[in-house]
């Protein structure tokens, strides 16, 4: 009887072990990445702006912090993104008539999103289906107040 139960309390032993009940891939990818230099740290939560619905990244929180109006007529809009390693923002120009937008700065803080980019190109067609198009579309119903 002896031989049976020490072979299965070894195993029992083994499994336990290799069990972590606090172990969670995004904070340890969010440990390896920050260790790398690789994302920038997540920020507290804002109750800043508005939050948004952004079925295009399921994973990740989208506030809408800032809408004004440019002189062309189109929509400048500043974004927050918080996912599950990262907090990082984004300033889109968005044309709601011909649905079509594009990048003016983006970074880790806004710090770095304010600055106007040396070259922001061209206006994108939005697909409908990408973050971009989540804040458009929430921009878009919002407009400038």
Known sequence: MKIVLIPFLGIAMLVGCGQNDEYNPDVEMAKIRAEEGLDSPILEPTSEGFAISAPSDPGASYRILRINKRA????????????????????????????????????????EVAPNSQNPGKMSQLTGTSASSDVANAACRKGAK
Not at 76 to 103: K, M, N, Q
């Open 72 to 111: 062309n007529g189109n929509l400048e809009v500043l974004s927050r993104r918080d996912g599950p390693s990262s907090t990082s923002f984004a300033r889109r120009e968005i044309s709601c008539g011909t649905y079509t937008y594009r990048y003016l700065g983006e970074g880790d803080t806004r710090e």
